[in-house]
């Protein structure tokens, strides 16, 4: 059952997007995220629709795959809407009992349920086209320059991956444990929140002990086959940008620049032709 | 096949000179409640391209032995050479490590990568090896345990055996010289077992590198050139397995198993019927049976 869960799914296809650099990814995910808290008018929005259309259809995963993904965070989009829908103060559109929809409010809410499922889906292309190990690698070289200030880059990429690897094993032990617990009567489902989590304790209890016990046979596993940190330490798939990223980092600038514009050239656009208003 | 091996490489790739090696065990408040010798005095010398096994039940100290090859933990008293490299010395140390490589008994628990040939390439990157000459390290010693098919996998997928393979190729990868299996098949259905033993032998076989297998399965040892028995941190009985089966009485009291038809073969002659002494093959068997039936009738 808890098998189920996955972390980071990466959706095996072959597409331009797969084949990009990790950190070309990574950029231009963290610049499509600032980028949607930059415009603040539909034309914009229009503008970070169109590309995301472009990439999703440019990665070759089904969009359905994607929304699998949306589930997870419905409910924190209804809260968020809900609370902006009801107490932005403004001016009233419609009242029920002592709440009070406001023009403002509609367009606000609307305004963050757009922004955050493009943020949610622009996130995922990046995990369903990347895999962790590329991540991994990807951040290592990035976060590259601040090994000067000291930052152990290399041991928290190292760390990540390794925990990357161990989430399934821990998983399936879990699953064991729980198993064995329950065939001893442990009771995992009933009563109140405080008596469930009392009754996790004979779970993580074994499964801490024995996530320590792996991690000391890995540090020795890992030192019999001469691992001494970064330092020496030649990569067997070394990054390097190829023609594609670089393209790929311009494309990402034209959208950003594009999507600024639209910002200001609606309004006017839009005044010009007499049909004020708008979002 | 032994007449063959060593031919040649007549230095010594390991030697041990009387090896002690102590821990103290502390109670829980931290107090020395006792000091325990896991390895007692122990002397071995193994020459390149020998295949040796050593046995011994749980907490007969080959594991601690094991660990003192490769540099992992260091001798309380004595000395541990390593192709002529005193382990006790810092500067040798990844030098050491790497000529003689370690697998470990857990797959779990020794596997980095999250793909089987990146795993593999995790001690050549560790060394500096330029990525080139890794990409071929990675091929030729995933081809030589038979996993090459397996490369674009994930380990999590494989089962106990493979997962032992792969990671006797993330050994190889780094051109050991010898090899320390510690008790890599004890995880291992019976299936798997014979897959690595299979990997082992080839790799003895054709590579020429030096095996030392440690194990209390005794199927896997009638291959060895060389068995030392351990019990109590000490080298109780050494020999060919030939020479050291032959003690089944001294095997049993050292709770270790001897193999079936070892032992039926033993159970015969105690019956008076003339069957020789350390038979390990059901071939072999075979053919005692046929002379003593001529013999007999």
């Known amino acids: 059952m808890l098998r189920d869960i996955t972390l980071g799914q990466y959706y095996q296809a072959d597409s331009v997007i797969h084949r990009l650099d990790p950190r070309v990814k990574l950029g231009s995910t963290i610049l499509f995220i600032i980028s949607l808290f930059l415009f603040d008018n539909a034309a914009g929005y229009v503008v970070a629709a169109l590309f995301l259309a472009l990439v999703i259809n440019l990665s070759k995963v089904p969009f359905r795959f994607m929304v699998k993904g949306m589930k997870a965070i419905v409910f924190l989009l209804m809260i968020t809407v809900v609370f902006n829908l009801f107490l932005t103060p403004g001016e009233p559109l419609l009242t029920i009992w002592k709440f009070r929809i406001t023009k403002e409010g509609v367009s606000l809410a609307v305004l963050l349920a757009i922004r955050l499922s493009f943020l949610i889906i622009g996130s995922s292309i990046m995990t369903l086209t990347t895999t962790p190990n590329q991540l991994t690698d990807g951040l290592e070289k990035m976060l590259g320059p601040l090994k000067r200030i000291k930052v152990p880059v290399h041991e928290i990429a190292m760390m990540m991956s390794i925990a990357l690897r161990f989430i399934p094993i821990l998983m399936e032990e879990t699953d064991k444990i729980m198993k064995a617990q329950l065939a001893r009567c442990a009771d995992f489902e009933s009563g109140n929140i405080i008596k469930r989590a009392k009754g996790l304790v004979p779970l993580l209890v074994p499964l801490f002990i024995s996530a320590f016990r792996r991690a000391n046979d890995l540090a020795m596993a890992m030192e019999a086959r001469c691992y001494r940190g970064g330092e020496h330490r030649t990569k067997m798939k070394p990054l390097h940008y190829e023609r594609r990223d670089f393209v790929a980092y311009a494309v990402v600038i034209c959208y950003l620049a594009t999507g600024i514009a639209a910002g200001y050239a609606a309004p006017l656009l839009l005044s010009l032709t007499g049909m004020t208003g708008g979002v | ?297």
């Not at chain 2, 259905?189 to 076989?205: C, Q, S």
């Open chain 2, 1 to 297: 096949m032994s007449a063959v091996k060593g031919h040649g490489f007549d230095m010594g790739i390991i030697k041990v000179r009387d090896l002690i090696f102590e821990y103290i065990r502390r109670d829980e408040e931290g107090n020395v409640e006792g000091i325990t010798t896991a390895v007692d005095n122990v002397n071995l010398d193994i020459n390149q391209g020998d295949f040796v096994a050593i046995l011994g039940h749980n907490g007969s100290g080959k594991s601690t032995l094991a660990k003192h090859l490769n540099a992992i933990l260091y001798p309380t008293e004595g000395t541990v050479w390593v192709d002529g490299k005193d382990t006790q010395k810092d500067e040798y140390l990844w030098d050491i490590r790497q000529t003689a490589g370690m697998v470990f008994q857990n797959p779990d628990n020794q596997i980095i990568g999250q793909v089987v040939e990146e795993d593999v390439g995790f001690g050549p990157e560790n060394m500096g090896v330029p990525t080139k000459e890794i990409w071929e390290r990675v091929e030729e010693s995933l081809k030589a345990v038979g996993m090459y098919e397996f490369r674009h996998h994930s380990p999590n997928k494989l089962s106990g055996g493979q997962k032992q393979r792969v990671s006797i190729a993330g050994v190889i990868a780094m051109h050991p010289k010898c090899i320390i299996l510690d008790e890599p098949t004890a995880m291992l259905d019976p299936k798997g077992r014979k897959e690595v033993i299979r990997a082992v032998r080839a790799l003895n076989d054709v590579e020429r590198i030096t095996v030392i297998l440690i194990t209390h399965y005794m199927e896997e040892v009638i291959y060895a050139d060389k068995v030392f028995v351990m019990d109590k941190g000490a080298v109780t009985l050494q020999g060919t397995p030939r020479e050291v089966f032959s003690e089944v009485e001294r095997l049993k009291e050292l709770r270790l198993d001897v193999p079936q038809v070892t032992l039926l073969a033993h159970a015969l002659r105690q019956e008076g019927f003339p069957m020789p002494k350390g038979i390990l093959t059901k071939e072999e068997f075979r053919e005692a049976l046929d002379d003593c039936v001529k013999e007999l009738f």
